[in-house]
């Protein structure tokens, strides 16, 4: 749609700037910026990262005032312009940011392909077309193997290069400044998103997703606090959004290598679609939303292994209680026997048990009490044992169409007839990932 008017005042305006250009009509500045090391972005694997010379860069700029100038003044008298603002009433502004765009690139050189894909992107937007974008994170709690890990054709784990930690600060005559961030971000790994969007929301919320996926991939506090969101969306084209700041620290991670790769595709393939929205945690109210929030609660707790023993407990208690009776051994017989029918827990007894010491832990610290210094070790061990057992049964809960009344039923009655087990397993089956 109008692609061929764009098009039409896209060659124009890169030739009237041209013509400025060469005849020195239009105003220029000096302008200095230095390429510098971003230390708020700290590298788990390499605290000296990064290390590298401040770099200078000198180049001459369009002044804006001289842009707005040449905008009112040249542009907007164009018939090009004229043609287009004509038919396109209730999106002028998409016309004259367009415009101002291609004269800035013509100013410091823009070539048939570039132009092209100004003209291309333009023409999505006007049509609520996807446009290509792309999301660079910085990932704790993700270690790898091997550089780059492949996941699928859109999203790829690598080592960080020096580009990623690069800031470049525009010095005037007051010196320099950069915005700064709120904390900073430590991270083990660098993830790429790839994708085309209608906006750069939904790249962003398909991004929180995966993040809050791979949490559930295996025991783990993945987290992305700081990341890049570059998009071809007008009016800047080639413009990037930034997300900067500290975050919560995990004492639980994972590392993935290349023989992880098929499994974690499939999983994110097939599990991302699943989760909430990450931009509306005010109607994560079901009880598998709240189990994950318990869940993610758990991951990031800094506190002594009670708290993340009690965030765990609660996370099984949204996904397995209903009433106020016999709390303690229904939930951990109701979880055991779930676990045992998944296949992934064979001991039922022992899962018993550590739900049981799990869940006097909670209620112990949740009405004020601690533990005692000879049972703390046996805490810190449990801790990631029961936080596993949340993660399984959050991800398989995330996967069935059967309401959670029901597989409730299903496995009281099993625990009673071992004949009904079967059902109980058949009702599991569209859990594929465990």
């Known amino acids: 749609m109008l692609e061929r008017e764009f098009e039409k005042l896209a060659t124009a305006i890169r030739q009237a700037v041209l013509t400025a ?223 900067r700041g500290g975050g919560p620290i995990s004492r639980f991670n994972y590392n993935l290598s290349i023989s992880d790769v098929p499994g974690l595709s499939k999983f994110l393939q097939e599990i991302v679609p699943r989760l909430p929205d990450p931009f509306r945690p005010d109607k994560l109210t079901t009880e598998k939303q709240i189990a994950l929030t318990r869940y993610t609660d758990a991951l990031f707790h800094q506190g002594p292994p009670e708290q993340v023993i009690t965030s765990a407990i609660t996370a099984l208690e949204a996904l397995f209680l209903e009433d106020r009776t016999e709390l303690t051994h229904r939930l951990a017989q109701r979880v055991s026997v779930f676990l045992r029918s998944l296949g992934t827990q064979a001991d039922a007894q022992s899962t018993y048990d550590d739900v049981r010491k799990g869940y006097k832990i909670r209620s112990t610290f949740i009405h004020g009490g601690s533990l005692n210094p000879e049972q703390r070790p046996m805490a810190e061990s449990l801790a990631p044992v029961l936080l596993e057992y949340a993660r399984k049964c959050v991800l398989v809960f995330f996967q069935l169409p059967t309401s959670k009344k029901e597989i409730l039923r299903q496995l009281d009655r099993a625990m009673i007839d071992h004949g009904r087990a079967s059902k109980l397993e058949l009702s599991l089956a569209p859990a594929v990932h465990r």
């Open 21 to 243: 250009k060469e005849s020195n009509s239009l105003v220029t500045i000096h302008q200095i910026r230095v390429r510098l090391p971003d230390f708020s972005l700290r590298y788990r694997l390499d605290v000296q990262f990064p290390n590298f010379k401040r770099t200078r860069i000198e180049e001459v700029s369009w002044d804006w005032v001289d842009q707005e100038r040449f905008q009112n003044d040249v542009v907007e008298d164009m018939p090009e312009f004229k043609s287009i603002a004509a038919l396109l009433t209730g999106k002028l502004e998409l016309a004259k940011d367009f415009a101002r765009a291609i004269s800035v690139a013509a100013f410091h050189g823009l070539d048939d392909e570039k132009l092209a894909m100004y003209v291309d992107y333009t023409g999505r937007q006007l049509d609520e077309r996807p446009i290509p974008t792309t999301v660079t994170s910085f990932i704790d709690g993700i270690s790898i193997s091997e550089s780059p890990l492949v996941i699928s054709d859109k999203f790829f784990i690598r080592n960080p290069v020096t580009e990623d930690v690069a800031q470049y600060v525009i010095l005037d005559e007051y010196g320099g400044s950069s915005f700064p961030p709120s904390g900073d971000t430590w991270f083990t790994c660098i993830g790429e998103l790839n994708l085309e969007e209608v906006s750069t929301g939904l790249a962003q919320k398909e991004f929180l997703r995966i993040i809050n996926a791979l949490r559930l991939y295996r025991v783990g506090g993945v987290a992305s606090n700081s990341y890049r969101i570059q998009s071809a969306h007008p009016p800047f084209f080639e413009g990037r959004v930034t997300h």
